[in-house]
């Protein structure tokens, strides 16, 4: 075919394979200069591909108010008006990078000429697809993306450099919280099983405090409140050092706190993501799921996992059962000896477009 003119990318959530997603833009755009790109993301996460500049336009999808959407005359008018919408934009070329039913039939609602995605997508996807390539399981997430491109004749460029709009750049350069030396800690999970006690969280704060941090960020959600409440050091100094973001803050306010942070500790999230996107130094904790196939991209140190299944083993991360055993094996002590290893060698604090300049005084010092 003629290079397109109007290429969709198809990835609507979760929020960390969003961020995990922009190498496949950044290939794209380098592909296809004149090309308009657009992308299909869920609204409550397009905060954090909106300031990319390889990205044209997006085209957020109301998941949770079209829900149901069988129950509701209105909520159904809805749905077809944005799926119209989404057919009048002329795409020649879309990835579906999702691989599910809903994404599937987005990308065949398109009308594109070229309809590219994964054989045996899940959920019958796959017949939204006119172009089908095989899948490489095997292989971390995006490299599974890429080989989309690569049997479609288009080079990957394994950027997964992620922007932060200059407003939430203002705001937290506003703050009082942002002067200074600080970690995050990102502590929540959708999954019980992936998450990391809290009372392991806290023992980490007072530790982090000694290697040369002026104080420890909490990060999360809203609905994640709850999951932080137990995250209270007994050390007094600790507590007046802990700044509870939690529910405080929105998607692009987060992204520009991870952004000046001088080291992220997160369990398998999006924050994880985040901070590669934005070189922060940043240890992930790992528990049921393969942080060969989902771990930080790139950053194979920056990956502690107190789990090491058996030869043909698998575990499923959403098997409430689990609770946080798996997790549980990970001790405080090995988190703080790696954080030692990274923080030896790390870049230093973020510039205002979230990339990294020389290292600071304070992160010297916490590495030594």
Same mark, same amino acid.
């Not at 749905?79 to 002329?90: A, D, P, S």
């Not at 409440?229 to 050092?241: F, L, S, T, Y």
């Given at each position: 075919? /003629?290079?397109?003119?109007?290429?969709? $990318?198809?990835?609507?959530?979760?929020?960390?394979?969003?961020?995990?997603?922009?190498? =496949?833009?950044?290939?794209?755009?380098?592909?296809?200069?004149?090309?308009?790109? /657009?992308?299909?993301?869920?609204?409550?996460?397009?905060?954090? $591909?909106?300031?990319?500049?390889?990205?044209?336009?997006?085209?957020?999808?109301?998941?949770?108010?079209?829900?149901?959407?069988?129950?509701?005359?209105? !909520?159904?008018?809805?749905?077809?008006?944005?799926?119209?919408?989404?057919?009048?934009?002329?795409?020649?070329?879309?990835?579906?990078? @999702?691989?599910?039913?809903?994404?599937?039939?987005?990308?065949?609602?398109?009308?594109? #000429?070229?309809?590219?995605?994964?054989?045996?997508?899940?959920?019958?996807?796959?017949? %939204?697809?006119? =172009?089908?390539?095989?899948?490489?399981?095997?292989?971390?997430?995006?490299? @599974?993306?890429?080989?989309?491109?690569?049997?479609?004749?288009?080079?990957?460029?394994?950027?997964?450099?992620?922007?932060?709009?200059?407003?939430?750049?203002?705001?937290?350069?506003?703050?009082?919280?942002? !002067?200074?030396?600080?970690?995050?800690? &990102?502590?929540?999970?959708?999954?019980?099983?992936?998450?990391?006690?809290?009372?392991?969280?806290?023992? *980490?704060?007072?530790?982090?405090?000694?290697?040369?941090?002026?104080?420890?960020?909490?990060?999360?959600?809203?609905?994640?409140?709850?999951?932080?409440?137990? $995250?209270?050091?007994? /050390?007094?100094?600790?507590?007046?050092?802990?700044?509870?973001?939690?529910?405080?803050?929105?998607?692009?306010?987060?992204? +520009?706190?991870? +952004?000046?942070?001088?080291?992220?500790?997160?369990?398998?999230?999006?924050? *994880?993501?985040? +901070?590669?996107?934005?070189?922060?130094?940043?240890?992930?904790?790992? %528990?049921?799921?393969?942080?060969?196939?989902?771990?930080?991209?790139?950053?194979?140190? &920056?990956?502690?996992?107190?789990?090491?299944?058996?030869?043909?083993?698998?575990?499923?991360?959403?098997?409430?059962?689990?609770?946080?055993?798996?997790?549980? *094996?990970?001790?405080?002590?090995?988190?703080?000896?790696?954080?030692?290893?990274?923080? #030896?060698?790390?870049?230093?604090?973020?510039? /205002?477009?979230?990339?990294?300049?020389?290292? #600071?005084?304070?992160?010297?010092?916490?590495?030594?």
């Amino acid at each position: 075919m /003629d290079d397109p003119k109007r290429i969709l $990318i198809v990835r609507p959530s979760a929020l960390g394979d969003v961020c995990r997603t922009v190498g =496949v833009l950044v290939s794209l755009r380098k592909a296809y200069p004149e090309a308009r790109i /657009d992308w299909v993301v869920q609204e409550e996460f397009s905060a954090a $591909i909106r300031s990319h500049p390889a990205l044209d336009g997006t085209i957020e999808f109301p998941r949770v108010r079209m829900g149901h959407w069988w129950r509701s005359p209105a !909520r159904a008018r809805e749905v077809l008006h944005w799926l119209r919408e989404l057919r009048r934009g002329g795409y020649d070329l879309v990835f579906d990078l @999702q691989g599910l039913g809903r994404s599937g039939m987005m990308t065949w609602v398109t009308g594109a #000429s070229r309809r590219v995605g994964r054989r045996w997508a899940r959920e019958l996807g796959w017949l %939204g697809y006119n =172009v089908r390539h095989s899948w490489p399981t095997d292989r971390h997430t995006v490299e @599974q993306m890429m080989s989309l491109l690569v049997a479609e004749g288009i080079a990957p460029v394994y950027d997964l450099t992620l922007y932060v709009a200059q407003e939430h750049r203002r705001w937290w350069a506003s703050q009082p919280q942002a !002067r200074g030396a600080y970690a995050v800690l &990102a502590p929540t999970s959708r999954w019980p099983s992936k998450r990391w006690p809290a009372a392991d969280f806290s023992a *980490l704060i007072g530790p982090l405090l000694e290697r040369g941090f002026d104080r420890v960020i909490m990060i999360g959600s809203p609905r994640e409140v709850d999951q932080t409440r137990g $995250i209270a050091p007994a /050390d007094g100094k600790a507590r007046a050092a802990l700044v509870d973001l939690v529910g405080r803050t929105s998607l692009g306010q987060t992204m +520009a706190v991870i +952004a000046g942070a001088e080291l992220v500790i997160a369990n398998d999230s999006a924050p *994880l993501h985040m +901070a590669v996107g934005f070189a922060r130094p940043c240890l992930g904790l790992y %528990g049921p799921t393969d942080p060969a196939r989902v771990g930080p991209y790139g950053h194979r140190e &920056a990956v502690l996992r107190g789990f090491s299944p058996a030869p043909g083993q698998s575990v499923n991360y959403r098997d409430r059962r689990l609770g946080d055993s798996l997790m549980r *094996l990970i001790r405080p002590g090995a988190v703080l000896e790696r954080v030692d290893r990274i923080l #030896s060698g790390h870049l230093g604090p973020a510039d /205002d477009d979230g990339r990294p300049h020389e290292t #600071s005084d304070a992160v010297q010092g916490a590495a030594r």
